[in-house]
């Protein structure tokens, strides 16, 4: 239950840090968050590359990916695949994506 409150919280932090940058709130960037609602640590790559470890139950962001066309990849801490996406962003749009299990 603490983990979930401290996601809840730490994704109002994202959200009101994101609207405060940029002129008049507008972020032309495309950032990526993940949340790993998992009791996995999770290693998410970008096209290919690796981005960064998200740990379980909390969420981390990348900013600027970049628009057009991703593949996102998650994997266990076995190397196991355990989600990939491919999204397609409009300049200046985020993309929020959940893990919800990692077996």
Known sequence: ?????????????????????????????????????????????????????VRDHTAKSLEDIGDGRHVLEALDEDGVLVERRSIRLDQGEDYYWRIGSCS
Request: proline share 0%; aromatic share 6%.
């Open 1 to 53: 239950m603490k983990g979930r409150l401290l996601l809840l919280a730490s994704l109002g932090v994202l959200v009101a840090l994101s609207l405060g940058c940029g002129t008049n709130g507008w972020d032309e960037e495309n950032d990526l968050v993940v949340i790993n609602d998992t009791r996995c640590n999770l290693r998410v790559f970008v096209d290919g590359h690796e981005a960064f470890v």
